[in-house]
């Protein structure tokens, strides 16, 4: 099956940190593509958060510069976010997909949670 498969997320209180991890299956080239990490709370649009070139220039959404980091390995075909300082706002399912997003490729996703 073709699609991405994320990880590390789960409970952390305000002002914590994780790090998310996204696998690509065999058959989707990542290096070629622009990545990104996107998110989505229950009743709201999926929101794209940070994105990653081929030249690991990275763009962030206001809300979380300075605070998200995203990266990526293409030989092992991994992305990656480092989340600080999290904020309840930040409670969400986040995903990771090509840049603009293939429906296809949509994974399970990992459910951060912010909350004291």
């Known amino acids: 099956q073709v699609q991405f498969e994320e990880s590390g997320g789960g409970l952390v209180q305000p002002g914590g940190s994780l790090t998310l991890s996204c696998a690509a299956s065999?058959?989707?080239?990542?290096?070629?593509?622009?990545m990104g990490w996107y998110r989505q709370t229950p009743g709201k649009q999926r929101e794209r958060v940070a994105t990653?070139?081929?030249?690991?220039?990275?763009n962030y959404v206001d809300s979380v510069k300075g605070r998200f980091t995203i990266s990526r390995d293409n030989a092992k075909q991994m992305l990656f976010l480092q989340m600080t300082s999290l904020k309840s706002e930040d409670t969400a399912i986040y995903y990771c997909?090509?840049?603009?997003?293939?429906?296809?490729?949509w994974g399970q996703g990992t459910q951060v949670t912010v909350s004291s």
């Open positions: 990653v070139d081929l030249s690991g220039m990275t």
């Open positions: 065999a058959a989707i080239s990542t290096r070629y593509y622009v």
């Open positions: 997909n090509r840049v603009p997003a293939l429906p296809a490729y």
